[in-house]
């Protein structure tokens, strides 16, 4: 449109000194109109949704991946009633919840999921924790002796035991942070499909 004024009174040495300072003109309103928003960036961030819901805390077995993928990215009642696909960062290491706070693995384990916890908070403005461990876990078997891998209930209640202490130093840590944490159990034929809620939280919307 200005194009096509500019172009109608460009006979005119009147209208292009008219054109010219409505130019100038707009230009000026622009400038002032970016300052003013640049005076106050952190109320526009402030009055600003958080864009992202949640950090997953998962195993880094591969026979996980897609089945834990799936659940995140489909609604779940009890957990997150819509899906969060694109919504959650994701911190992966062996054991999940076992990982971070078994004794028998090294304290930096624990400490650089922190680190990149809280980093994921400042950038992402998360405010809850997923974390989801998993059945027949290697690491697991590792932490705590070969054998409870053997034994259904002994292996869950130590899932449920080391996500408890999980939401202990979550608490410490970040104490307006949610928490959740689930196990998934392998069905008849092998696969990753059978969920339980370890530690209840409020579902994420």
Same mark, same amino acid.
């Given at each position: ?17 008219s054109?010219?300072?409505a130019r ?11 300052a003013?928003?640049?005076l106050a ?17 998962s ?22 009633p ?21 004794? %028998?693995?090294? +304290?930096?384990?624990?400490? /650089?999921? &922190?680190? @990149?916890?809280? =980093? ?8 809850n ?55 998934? %159990?392998?069905? +008849?034929?092998?696969?990753? /499909?059978? &969920?339980? @809620?370890?530690? =209840? ?5």
């Amino acid at each position: 449109m200005m194009f096509a004024h500019e172009s109608a009174v460009s006979g005119c040495a009147g209208c292009s000194l008219s054109a010219g300072l409505a130019r100038r003109g707009l230009l000026g309103g622009l400038i002032l109109a970016g300052a003013a928003l640049g005076l106050a960036p952190g109320r526009a961030r402030a009055d600003k949704p958080a864009p992202y819901k949640a950090l997953l805390l998962s195993c880094v077995d591969p026979r996980t991946q897609a089945p834990v993928a799936a659940w995140m990215n489909e609604g779940v009642p009890d957990s997150h009633p819509d899906s969060l696909l694109g919504l959650y960062s994701q911190f992966t290491i062996a054991g999940a919840a076992v990982g971070v706070v078994a004794p %028998a693995f090294p +304290k930096a384990w624990g400490e /650089t999921f &922190w680190d @990149n916890f809280s =980093a994921s908070i400042e950038l992402h403005r998360i405010e809850n924790l997923i974390a989801v461990d998993h059945s027949n876990c290697g690491a697991l078997g590792i932490a705590y002796g070969r054998d409870i891998l053997d034994d259904p209930k002994r292996e869950f209640a130590q899932h449920l035991k080391d996500a408890t202490e999980l939401k202990r130093q979550l608490a410490l840590r970040h104490p307006k942070v949610n928490f959740q944490a689930w196990y998934v %159990a392998r069905d +008849k034929c092998g696969n990753f /499909t059978e &969920w339980r @809620n370890l530690v =209840a939280g409020p579902p994420i919307g």
